[in-house]
């Protein structure tokens, strides 16, 4: 009887707090952030494009990195029920195949609304869903790489969000200036991602996905990540102060010693350190991220 009674518990549509819950709010975070950030770099006043930057702003947090949530969660649903089965695919609140439909129906709304945003948005859009795809779904799996997998998810977080909305708010190609300083913003997010991977390590070894924790050992990964997020911020410095924004170029500076005392900190214990650092190191990249972009707005004559 209490079998019986349990299986017709179970859920055959998922609710609506289980299918937010798919979406991870939480993350959509960076990529508005970016969104934000190219607006500003944009040097354009969005007084009278305000709908186009809201329509924005849903489509690089809900919709694109939303999407990728889904897609993700649905592949990895076997992973996640040895890493966290308390998930909400493998825990059963999102039945059946239901997962992968909410991934496929967010898609397509995505692509829905950068076409109405114009053609730069749209093609940037469709390059952020593939990538969003290709990482988790075969036959690619870009996340079964410790290399590539992070670079597609640091590209679709940081890099085109920054080129969507700087398209959408001027309506042309943003220019050369501002996709160098977004594609090194990318590059950065390559080692925050990296730092994810370490709450995973374990049931990543079993699935055999070679994350960099999982190859080279959290301690060899930690470092290899900090060094991937400095690097860039190093060439935004140089790249900024070249350009004749010295201001800027020292807060870059002094934010990258921010995240560098942070590191160190994590360095000493990264297993247990990883999410604490991604809770607060990362807070300095994305502010360094603001004032490159009002560096940018000033080249505009912003």
Not at 140 to 151: E, H
């Amino acid at each position: 009887m209490s079998q019986q009674v349990v299986a017709r518990s179970k859920p055959t549509v998922p609710s609506l707090a289980a299918t937010v819950e798919l979406l991870k709010p939480i993350t959509w975070f960076a990529p508005m952030w970016a969104f934000g950030c190219g607006v500003v770099s944009s040097g354009v006043s969005i007084s009278d494009r305000w709908p186009y930057v809201v329509a924005g702003i849903l489509l690089a947090g809900p919709l694109v990195c939303g999407t990728s949530q889904a897609v993700n969660d649905w592949y990895d649903r076997e992973v996640d029920a040895i890493n966290e089965p308390n998930r909400v695919i493998p825990s059963g609140r999102m039945p059946g195949r239901w997962g992968f439909f909410v991934a496929v129906a967010n898609t397509l709304l995505s692509l829905a609304v950068a076409y109405w945003l114009g053609p730069w948005v749209f093609g940037a859009a469709i390059v952020g869903l593939a990538l969003a795809w290709f990482y988790s779904a075969p036959p690619l799996r870009l996340k079964r790489s410790g290399w590539y997998g992070p670079g597609a998810v640091g590209l679709c977080y940081e890099g085109l969000p920054w080129f969507t909305a700087a398209a959408a708010a001027s309506g042309a190609f943003p220019g050369y200036a501002t996709l160098w300083i977004a594609l090194l913003y990318s590059v950065g997010a390559h080692g925050i991602m990296t730092l994810n991977d370490f709450k995973s390590v374990e049931g990543d070894r079993q699935m055999g996905l070679a994350s960099l924790p999982a190859v080279y050992g959290v301690d060899r990964a930690a470092r290899i990540a900090c060094l991937i997020m400095g690097a860039p911020q190093l060439a935004v410095i140089g790249l900024l102060s070249w350009w004749g924004f010295a201001i800027h170029a020292l807060i870059v500076a002094a934010l990258l010693v921010g995240q560098g005392l942070c590191m160190l900190r994590m360095l000493k214990d990264p297993l247990r350190r990883a999410s604490w650092y991604n809770a607060t190191g990362t807070t300095t990249y994305v502010f360094g991220m603001l004032a490159s972009a009002f560096a940018l707005r000033a080249m505009q004559g912003g």
